[in-house]
């Protein structure tokens, strides 16, 4: 199982932006998905934004689209959630999860069943 330690969580005004960082230890290969979800409270833990080991793949939460930019450095084992013009309904528990470990699986998925090992989680909180 690898560690994932998330990062830049926090307290933000509404309309702001934060980038929270994730680095992955304990492999080392790149062969894995990475992928944020959050829980706020009182709810489900819902997917955010993935990206494939390659890349290629990149899908996001349709309230985030258009706000949200997730990228990854191979080289650092590193992800990154850039968000942008919070609102405080994206105040919640941010979570960085890897999964899909498989070269030929070079897709995303939203079904955290498919992810195999969880961060700690960060907590975000927009104040309007």
């Known amino acids: 199982q690898l560690t994932l330690v998330e990062s830049g969580g926090g307290l933000v005004q509404a309309g702001g932006s934060r980038r929270f960082p994730c680095v992955v230890s304990g492999t080392c290969f790149n062969n894995y998905a990475l992928a944020w979800f959050r829980q706020a409270p009182g709810s489900e833990r819902d997917f955010v934004a993935g990206?494939?080991?390659?890349?290629?793949?990149?899908d996001y939460e349709d309230s985030v689209k258009g706000r949200c930019t997730i990228s990854r450095d191979n080289g650092k084992n590193s992800v990154y959630l850039q968000m942008n013009n919070l609102k405080p309904e994206d105040t919640a528990v941010y979570y960085c999860?890897?999964?899909?470990?498989?070269?030929?699986?070079?897709?995303?998925?939203?079904?955290?069943?498919?992810?195999?090992?969880w961060g700690q989680g960060i907590q975000v909180t927009v104040s309007s």
């Open positions: 999860a890897e999964g899909l470990r498989d070269y030929s699986r070079d897709f995303v998925t939203n079904m955290d069943f498919e992810y195999d090992s």
């Open positions: 990206i494939s080991w390659s890349g290629r793949s990149i």
